[in-house]
């Protein structure tokens, strides 16, 4: 029997959602230290790669989280792939980023920071929980402000910004009731 898509939606809703917002938290975490700790060629790099590899790190941690995203049994969900293509999205709007940080390498800590928050928005559609509205609405407003209210410390203070937003998001997610 083929379950509705409004099943499947209701199945996708139901998981912990933990994985990748940790991935996250840890990559910009590392990435904040970075900027402490070394040149801002060093951040860059750490920008670029850091936030590359928080797909494979949620793979990593999903086995922790009780999400398994590798898990070959488990039946095939619409959203799983809706959510793929929000992922592809962020990635695909690097080709923004890029060319701005060619300009002003400065600016790197706040298009990468806001571009790849923007696929909150239809996750919060997808839930229907209001958790990735509130992410991406204060993850861009914060890191606009930081970006403007602390250059010089662009690269400390706005990972870190998206750290604690990554934080709060977490509670939420791990405190929101399940459909």
Same mark, same amino acid.
């Given at each position: ?5 409004? =099943? ?51 793979? +990593? ?5 009780? =999400? ?6 488990? *039946? ?8 793929? +293509? ?12 890029? *060319? +701005? ?21 239809? +996750? ?31 690269? #400390?203070?706005? *990972?870190?910004?998206?750290?604690? #937003? ?14």
């Amino acid at each position: 029997m083929k379950i509705t898509l409004e =099943e499947q939606r209701i199945e996708f809703s139901n998981q912990p959602f933990l994985a990748t917002p940790l991935a996250g938290l840890i990559v910009w975490t590392i990435i904040g230290f970075a900027g402490i700790f070394f040149s801002d060629f060093v951040a860059v790099w750490s920008i670029f790669i850091g936030t590359g590899s928080i797909v494979y790190l949620g793979l +990593f941690l999903s086995k922790f989280t009780g =999400e398994n995203f590798l898990d070959k049994s488990k *039946p095939k969900n619409e959203f799983d792939t809706l959510f793929l +293509f929000t992922a592809g999205q962020a990635i695909l709007v690097y080709a923004i980023a890029i *060319p +701005f940080f060619l300009v002003d390498y400065s600016s790197l800590p706040m298009t990468v920071g806001i571009l790849t928050g923007l696929m909150w928005l239809p +996750f919060s559609w997808i839930i229907k929980h209001w958790v990735g509205i509130f992410h991406a609405i204060t993850r861009t407003l914060t890191v606009v402000a930081l970006w403007y209210l602390l250059p010089e410390h662009r690269f #400390i203070a706005i *990972p870190f910004s998206i750290v604690l #937003i990554y934080i709060v998001t977490l509670v939420i997610l791990k405190n929101r009731k399940k459909i």
